[in-house]
T-cell receptor
Framework: DTAVSQTPKYLVTQMGNDKSIKCEQN?????MYWYKQDSKKFLKIMFS???????INETVPNRFSPKSPDKAHLNLHINSLELGDSAVYFC???????????FGSGTRLTVV | GEDVEQSLFLSVREGDSSVINCTYT??????LYWYKQEPGAGLQLLTY?????DMKQDQRLTVLLNKKDKHLSLRIADTQTGDSAIYFC????????????FGQGTELSVKP
């Protein structure tokens, strides 16, 4: 059983399109996150939700919109994709407290 | 402020010890972590240390924390070719919604 699963694993799309990445966790964690890893492997947080409520929203273009229908799911919708959005996007979850982060295996987004 | 620094590359011979270093700037961090990322894979939590500890040992891994110098290190004993990966240092603070601040990652290359 995969603890944090993301779909799709790979996503290739044209500039200007709108796409979504889905994330689900079966760990019963209250907090879920989206991180972006750029081409230099640098990882930076984008969003965090605690029990469906947005608690962290870093400086991210408003073309990126997270949606959490319930505490086990956190989806990321991206409008009007740009070349610079090409990256690996990681979903993660954690229980209340600070340790015990579990990451998904990532979604490699390529915008052409 | 939030800043975590690591050297980018480390090369060792199989069987030697590897030491990966990390410095951080924010003394209010509560947990510090080491993550491993193999090519094309997600992030695997290797170990973590609470900020009131100096050392933690877990099989071949030893974490040393020097709070005065804000320096964290990861020692891998008897390094194997399977240890070749990127290693990320990360910190988190309870009052920041649990977000992880990552270093740039150190690429460890183990030569036979």
């Amino acid at each position: 059983d995969t603890a944090v699963s993301q779909t799709p694993k790979y996503l290739v799309t044209q500039m200007g399109n709108d796409k979504s990445i889905k994330c689900e966790q079966n760990l019963g964690h209250d907090t879920m996150y989206w991180y972006k890893q750029d081409s230099k492997k640098f990882l930076k947080i984008m969003f965090s939700y605690n029990n469906k409520e947005l608690i962290i929203n870093e400086t991210v273009p408003n073309r990126f919109s997270p949606k959490s229908p319930d505490k086990a799911h956190l989806n990321l919708h991206i409008n009007s994709l740009e070349l610079g959005d090409s990256a690996v996007y990681f979903c993660a979850s954690s229980p209340i407290g600070q340790y015990g982060y579990t990451f998904g295996s990532g979604t490699r987004l390529t915008v052409v | 402020g939030e800043d975590v620094e690591q050297s980018l590359f480390l090369s060792v011979r199989e069987g030697d010890s590897s030491v990966i270093n990390c410095t951080y700037t924010d003394s209010s961090s509560t947990y510090l972590y080491w993550y491993k990322q193999e090519p094309g894979a997600g992030l695997q939590l290797l170990t973590y240390i609470f900020s009131n500890m100096d050392m933690k040992q877990d099989q071949r891994l030893t974490v040393l924390l020097n709070k005065k110098d804000k320096h964290l290190s990861l020692r891998i004993a008897d390094t194997q070719t399977g240890d070749s990966a990127i290693y990320f240092c990360a910190e988190t603070y309870y009052n920041q919604g649990g977000k992880l601040i990552f270093g740039q990652g150190t690429e460890l290359s183990v030569k036979p």
